[in-house]
């Protein structure tokens, strides 16, 4: 599976934005999505998880509540909508996918990985 995620850039606080990766390769549909994020100086973190039909989603508690995650199995994409966009959500983004049809915030279940985009949220 290939990824290829796109949307970053750099936004004020309390703007929202979308970020999108798009899966090329094997079904798409076959796999759990995620999305983490990595801050400079910081591990890798997870932000958002979809399992593989769309009906059962998991949120980081630091973005509950202003991200929301959605999938179209028909275009192989995955979104993240982010709303109330703070200062300390600063961070290159990343899509993975995973074997796993359930959804999972374990970054280890991941085998694909996009190439990150990158959000700057400035006060």
């Known amino acids: 599976v290939q990824l290829q995620a796109s949307g970053g850039g750099v936004v004020q606080a309390g703007e929202s934005l979308r970020l999108s990766c798009a899966a090329a390769?094997?079904?798409?549909?076959?796999?759990?999505m995620g999305w983490f994020r990595q801050a400079p100086g910081k591990e890798r973190e997870f932000v958002a998880t979809?399992?593989?039909?769309?009906?059962?989603?998991a949120y980081a508690d630091s973005v509950k509540g202003r991200f929301t995650i959605s999938r179209d199995n028909a275009k192989n994409t995955v979104y993240l909508q982010m709303n109330s966009l703070k200062p300390e959500d600063t961070a290159v983004y990343y899509c993975?996918?995973?074997?796993?049809?359930?959804?999972?915030?374990?970054?280890?279940?991941?085998?694909?990985w996009g190439q990150g985009t990158e959000l700057t949220v400035s006060s």
């Open positions: 993975a996918a995973g074997p796993l049809r359930s959804a999972t915030k374990v970054l280890a279940n991941y085998n694909y």
């Open positions: 390769g094997r079904t798409f549909s076959m796999y759990v």
């Open positions: 979809i399992n593989w039909s769309g009906g059962t989603t």
